[in-house]
Nanobody, 124 residues
Framework: QVQLVESGGGSVQAGGSLRLSCAAS????????MGWFRRAPGKERAFVAA????????YYADSVKGRFTISRDNVKNTVVLQMNSLKPEDTAVYYC?????????????????WGQGTQVTVSS
């Protein structure tokens, strides 16, 4: 079992920044990747960013490239999503996810455990 606790959501005006953090506990020795997904109102949950645990590989959705940065701390078992230049279309519930496989980590099917979600609201 893996438990994921997210923090850092909130409300911000367009152009502002927010930092999301996710702490993993439990079976963390099996971590191969962690990622972030989001569900905007009325839409399906979508990939945002992911990081492999044993390499420096990171992956981003086209819509957030150049604005969001994912980083990991293997010792603390945390992953952080730094979100800059936020837009109203970034408004969503953001979910942290954990995978014991390094494959298909831009897809939901790779992830076995999910956080409870944290709300991000960007106003124009």
């Amino acid at each position: 079992q893996v438990q994921l606790v997210e923090s850092g959501g909130g409300s911000v005006q367009a152009g502002g920044s927010l930092r999301l953090s996710c702490a993993a506990s439990g079976r963390t020795f099996d971590t191969d990747a962690m990622g972030w997904f989001r569900r905007a109102p009325g839409k399906e949950r979508a990939f945002v960013a992911a990081a492999k645990w044993s390499a420096d590989n990171t992956y981003y959705a086209d819509s957030v490239k150049g604005r969001f940065t994912i980083s990991r701390d293997n010792v603390k078992n945390t992953v952080v999503l730094q979100m800059n230049s936020l837009k109203p279309e970034d408004t969503a519930v953001y979910y942290c996810a954990w995978a014991s496989s390094r494959w298909f980590i831009t897809q939901e099917r790779a992830y076995e455990y999910w956080g409870q979600g944290t709300q991000v609201t960007v106003s124009s």
